[in-house]
Every structure is written in structure tokens, then in C-alpha cells.
């Protein structure tokens, strides 16, 4: 693993190392691994995945909307709770508020977890069309499609009454109609023809609420999620009697789909095999995969205590094995009659660029298997 910078710079901030991870700071969950992220803007390079993809919906929007739409792909990822959760109305008891689930700088800074942090701000700055594009940070679980930096593309759209007045429908009705619309119209300027559907879903700041799947992998993945926003959002920012939509698309999803990449990992890759199979607007090439090598499953069972998460586990994990590891699985999971439950997880250890050694597996096993115990307080089985 390369040593962070001590200091990265982002849209002109500057971002020193010993201000984002405090290891003695209980306030502070940030890792070296998530710091070293920071500064990287993958969505920022014509000729990554993420930034071809991100070129061609500036295209499609440039195209359906004459320009209308101002982006932004440069904002700071250090941003307030309140800009991150208050001012989309996340519940102060909301899980994605909890050390478990967001990187905390200190009591009253993150990583964003959404670009949704950035639509107040920009409404209140007078922006009625536009695009925000960044790298978000979130503790989760490991598997090919989750990884605890990723990047997401924030769309958002007001209307006034007389955009809607004519249509016979109610403002709500008429910007949900022309989300679908515009994300459907989105789906097969990116794709041609795919299996796609809408899934109803809840999020705080938007009402209805929706979810996008694609069929990718013999399997429904989701993709984006949307909805009418909150007319309590618009109202504290100087929108009364407007109606919006907004989106939230998730970039590593919708490439994996674009380029079929298999695993979220392949974006972090330096390797030539991989970063030389795509270039500046090139969107129909396929990734080949430059080969297979095997897995190595090891599983591990130990008795939970109250503070146990898979998050946790999730983060000791990834802090050891790095990009090494492809997916943490519950396997089993039982309660005893003296009302101990006991988890067992199989690690599943597989290199994109190489093949492991068997020592390695077991030095980096050997090493889990330890912080697990010491840092999780959990007793091995
Ligand atoms: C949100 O983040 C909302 N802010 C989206 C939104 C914006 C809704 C505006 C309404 C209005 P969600 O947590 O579902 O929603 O994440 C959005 C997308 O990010 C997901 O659909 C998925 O494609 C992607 N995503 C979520 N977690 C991960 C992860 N760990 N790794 C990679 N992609 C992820
Ligand atoms: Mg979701």
C-alpha cells in the first residue's frame, strides 16, 4: 500500500493528513486507507471508466436540456453534518448518522455520504438545473458491488407553476413523470436496450422515491435513487411554490453495467491491463478480463458481543487484506441456550492483478483473525 500524501488538494482546499485521520480522537473513525482516497477524482480522468461514463451524461444532458444543466465535479468531500444530513432532513436518529455507517472527521465534520449534501448550498445559490459529481465515502459491507469509496452523480431539477400549470397534473405528478422520463431516457442513451425496473423505496429528502435496477450478473443491481424533493427543502432555500426532482446515481454501478467490470475493485487499479483498455469517449468497449485467478475462502467463527457490527468487521478487514479482499459473507448464525449467538464469516482473498500465495492468505488471515479479537473484543471459536 503507497504512504498517503500529507496533504492533497481538492477545488482549491487543502486537506492535510493529520487533520482527517486522529487515531487518538474517539470522535474520529477515519482510516489512512479512506484518507489516501481523497484527492484522487477517478470521475476526473477521460480515460477511466468513471470519467467516460460521466462525459456521457454531460452529453446526454448538453443534448435533452440545451446546456442548461451547470456541473460541478470539483466540490470538497469534507463536508458539515449539517450540510451532509440536516439540510436534507435525515432524522437525527437515522442509522446513516451513526459511527457505523459514516466516516466521522470530528464531531461535526464528514466524509460525505452523499452528493445530496450539496443540493442545499447550490439551490440557495440561485442553480434551479444541476449536475454534481464526486467521490462518497461509507462503511459497508465488502462484495463486488460495495466498496466504502465510490462515486455518485447528483442530478436536480426545479420547476416553477407555470412549467406544470398546462399538464393538467399536479406539480408533484408532473416532476415525477419527468424524472422517469429523463432517467429513462438517460438508461438508453448509456445502454441501448436493457432490463431494467422501477423499484418504490424511502428516502428522507425526496416523497414519492424510487430505485432503478438493472439485470447485470444474473442479478437485479441498483443503480440510482431519485425522487420528487421535499417541498421543505425548497422552502428553506428560496424556492417557494417550486416543485424539483432529484437523483442520486451510483457511477461504479451503472460502469459495471456499461463496461461489464465485474468486480468495483478493477476501478482502483493502476495496472495497464486494465486502465489500458479504455479511452476518452469510447463507450462500447467491453473489459476482458486478463484472467481469472482463484479465491481462497477462509472462514472464521466467533461468539458476538452487543457492540458487534458487520461494518466493523467489514473496516478490520479491509485496514489488513486491502483490495486483496473480495467479499465477507455470513454464513452462519446461531443463538445458544445460554443466549450467546455465534457468527461464522467466510473471507473469500483474490488478487485482480496476480495469483496469492498460500503463505500470504494465512499471514493475512493470521493477522484478522487477531485484530478481530483485539479491536472487536469478540471470542474466537
Ligand atoms: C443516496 O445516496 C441518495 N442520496 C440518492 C438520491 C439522491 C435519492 C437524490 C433521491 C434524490 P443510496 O444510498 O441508495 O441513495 O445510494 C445511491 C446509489 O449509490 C445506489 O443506488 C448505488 O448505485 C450506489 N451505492 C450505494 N452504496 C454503494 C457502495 N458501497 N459502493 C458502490 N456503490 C454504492
Ligand atoms: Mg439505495
Given amino acids: 500500500v503507497a504512504a498517503a500524501a500529507a496533504v492533497v488538494e481538492v477545488g482549491g482546499v487543502k486537506i492535510a493528513r493529520e487533520d482527517v485521520v486522529k487515531e487518538e480522537d474517539p470522535t474520529n473513525n477515519v482510516p489512512d486507507t479512506i484518507y489516501s482516497k481523497i484527492g484522487l477524482q477517478l470521475h476526473r480522468r477521460d480515460n477511466h471508466p468513471l470519467g467516460i461514463l460521466k462525459n456521457t451524461i454531460y452529453d446526454y444532458f448538453d443534448k435533452n436540456f440545451s446546456g442548461n444543466f ?112 429523463t432517467l429513462e431516457g438517460l438508461a438508453k442513451h448509456l445502454f441501448g436496450a436493457v432490463e431494467m425496473r422501477w423499484v418504490d423505496t424511502y428516502f428522507p429528502f425526496t416523497n414519492p422515491s424510487f430505485e432503478l435496477e438493472i439485470y447485470f450478473q444474473d442479478d ?24 424539483a426532482w432529484a437523483f442520486g446515481l451510483g457511477l461504479e454501478r451503472l460502469a459495471m453495467v456499461l463496461f461489464d467490470i465485474p468486480d468495483i475493485r478493477l476501478f482502483w487499479s493502476n495496472d495497464k491491463r486494465f486502465t489500458s483498455q479504455f479511452s476518452e469517449g469510447k463507450l462500447g468497449v467491453k473489459f476482458k478480463p486478463f484472467s481469472k485467478f482463484p479465491p481462497c475462502y477462509k472462514d472464521m467463527s466467533f461468539w458476538i458481543n452487543e457492540e458487534f457490527t458487520e461494518n466493523n468487521l467489514c473496516e478490520v478487514v479491509r485496514g489488513i487484506a486491502g483490495d486483496l479482499v473480495e467479499e465477507v459473507k455470513l454464513i452462519d448464525n446461531f443463538t445458544n441456550k445460554k443466549g450467546m449467538t455465534s457468527h461464522c464469516y467466510r473471507i473469500a482473498y483474490r488478487s485482480m492483478e496476480r495469483s496469492l500465495t498460500d503463505e500470504e492468505i494465512n499471514d493475512m488471515q493470521w493477522n484478522v483473525r487477531e485484530e478481530v479479537q483485539n479491536k472487536l473484543k469478540v471470542e474466537l471459536r
Fill in 70 to 181: 451547470n456541473k460541478f465535479d470539483d466540490l470538497c468531500p469534507l463536508v458539515s453534518i449539517k450540510q451532509n444530513f440536516d439540510d436534507v432532513l435525515v432524522p437525527a436518529d437515522h442509522v446513516s448518522r451513526s459511527y457505523n455507517d459514516t466516516y466521522y472527521v470530528d464531531a461535526q465534520t464528514v466524509l460525505r455520504c452523499h452528493t445530496s449534501a450539496h443540493q442545499a448550498e447550490l439551490l440557495r445559490d440561485g442553480h434551479t438545473h444541476f449536475l454534481v459529481t464526486g467521490d462518497v465515502y461509507r462503511r459497508d459491507s465488502i462484495d463486488s458491488t460495495h466498496y466504502p469509496c465510490f462515486h455518485q452523480m447528483e442530478g436536480f431539477r426545479v420547476f416553477t407553476p407555470d412549467e406544470w400549470s398546462d399538464s393538467g397534473m399536479d406539480g408533484t405528478a408532473y416532476a415525477a413523470a419527468d424524472l422517469k422520463k
Fill in 220 to 243: 437485479w443491481l441498483e443503480v440510482l435513487g431519485c425522487g420528487v424533493t421535499e417541498q421543505e427543502i425548497l422552502k428553506n432555500n428560496g424556492r417557494i411554490d417550486n416543485v
